[in-house]
């Protein structure tokens, strides 16, 4: 298959990957927002069982420069999202 290419704006949404393809999409979309500058990203990984939202937030604990991440909140999402903060120090 060829690559597809996805905008790199800081949201993430995985309904449209297979779930063997989350882990290594998820750190190579961290890892590109972080060389574009981008803080704050927004992983939409739905509710469901949690498997998607427990892949995301492993690949999340071993990042060495997320800082932090959180379930998002509000009427939007809530739990069906997660945001993450990058640490944007020497990224380039």
Same mark, same amino acid.
């Given at each position: 298959m060829d690559p =597809?290419? #996805?905008p790199i704006n800081g949201i993430l949404d995985l309904h449209h990957f297979r779930p063997q393809e989350v882990? $290594? %999409?998820? !750190? !190579? #979309? %961290?890892? *590109?927002?972080? !060389? !574009?500058? /981008?803080g704050r =990203? @927004?992983? /939409?990984? &739905? +509710? &469901? +069982?949690?498997? %998607? @939202?427990? *892949?995301?937030h492993s690949v999340l604990d071993r990042t060495? #420069?997320?800082? $932090? #991440?959180? %379930?998002a909140s509000g009427s939007s999402g809530s739990w069906g999202a997660t945001i993450a903060y990058l640490d944007l120090s020497d990224s380039t």
């Amino acid at each position: 298959m060829d690559p =597809v290419e #996805y905008p790199i704006n800081g949201i993430l949404d995985l309904h449209h990957f297979r779930p063997q393809e989350v882990a $290594d %999409l998820v !750190e !190579e #979309y %961290l890892r *590109t927002c972080r !060389e !574009e500058g /981008i803080g704050r =990203v @927004r992983i /939409i990984h &739905g +509710k &469901g +069982k949690g498997v %998607l @939202r427990r *892949t995301v937030h492993s690949v999340l604990d071993r990042t060495a #420069y997320v800082q $932090d #991440y959180h %379930l998002a909140s509000g009427s939007s999402g809530s739990w069906g999202a997660t945001i993450a903060y990058l640490d944007l120090s020497d990224s380039t």
